[in-house]
């Protein structure tokens, strides 16, 4: 199936750093969700953005919905220890007889090394 | 917040046998769930949407005779995975839609269900 282009696949950084990532598609999405996930477990949401444009924070993190949307980021700020593990952006489209479907990014894995 | 329980957390079985997996929202009534399918440093694959009451609609290349889905509740949706082969050793993730007054809420994901055939 259709996958969101999702930079960068992966990130090592220093404890205290800020990281930024984000998500790209061809296509229209009326939903954008940043999910992480940690070894072994479901994906959990952080951010759901609705509207285009729409700024969103969730403590030290923040994610925008593209203006155009076909895209949106998310950044964490002063990054910690438990800040690793996987996080996948991911889009929805209510037309067009998705019936509700997401569609999700390849992921970025984080490390932070302390 | 919204709540879904997925047991077992993982299972191994034997070649030729059949594994049920079941997804329960806890504290909402899910319309919908979907069934994913992640391998190792991978994405999640969507693999049917579960809906209550009537057929599952599978994602192409999945064999729904292989995969059966069956929503019977507003609150529960089974993956069952018949005559399971090591190729089938997978992590499973269900997904259960919420709405709040009819605004799209977002999905709260399972736990997920690694299954190990041997």
């Known amino acids: 199936g259709q996958q969101l282009n999702q930079s960068p696949q992966s990130m090592f950084i220093q404890e205290g750093e800020d990281v930024s990532m984000n998500c790209t598609s061809s296509s229209i999405f009326n939903t954008w969700l940043w999910y992480k996930q940690e070894p072994g477990e479901g994906p959990v949401l952080l951010i759901a953005l609705y509207k285009a444009g729409e700024l969103t924070s969730n403590g030290r993190l923040t994610a925008q919905f593209g203006i155009t949307r076909k895209d949106s980021f998310l950044n964490i700020s002063a990054s910690i220890p438990s800040d690793v593990g996987i996080y996948f952006c991911?889009?929805?489209?209510?037309?067009?007889?998705?019936?509700?479907?997401?569609?999700f990014g390849k992921g970025t894995l984080l490390t932070v090394n302390p | 917040g919204a709540v879904v329980s997925q047991h077992p957390s993982w299972v191994i079985c034997k070649s030729g046998t059949s594994v049920k997996i079941e997804c329960r929202s806890l504290d909402f009534q899910a319309t919908t769930m979907f069934w994913y399918r992640q391998f190792p440093k991978q994405s999640l694959m969507l693999m049917a949407t579960?809906?209550?009451?009537?057929?599952?609609?599978?994602e192409q290349g999945v064999e729904k005779d292989k995969f059966l889905i069956n929503h019977a509740s507003l609150t529960l949706s089974t993956l069952t995975v018949t005559s399971a082969h090591p190729e089938d050793s997978s992590f499973y993730i269900c997904?259960?839609?919420?709405?709040?007054?009819?605004?799209?809420?977002?999905?709260?994901f399972g736990s997920g269900t690694r299954l190990t055939v041997v």
């Open positions: 991911a889009g929805q489209r209510l037309r067009g007889g998705s019936n509700y479907k997401l569609t």
């Open positions: 997904s259960a839609r919420t709405t709040n007054r009819g605004r799209n809420y977002g999905y709260t």
């Open positions: 579960s809906n209550e009451g009537s057929k599952a609609t599978y």
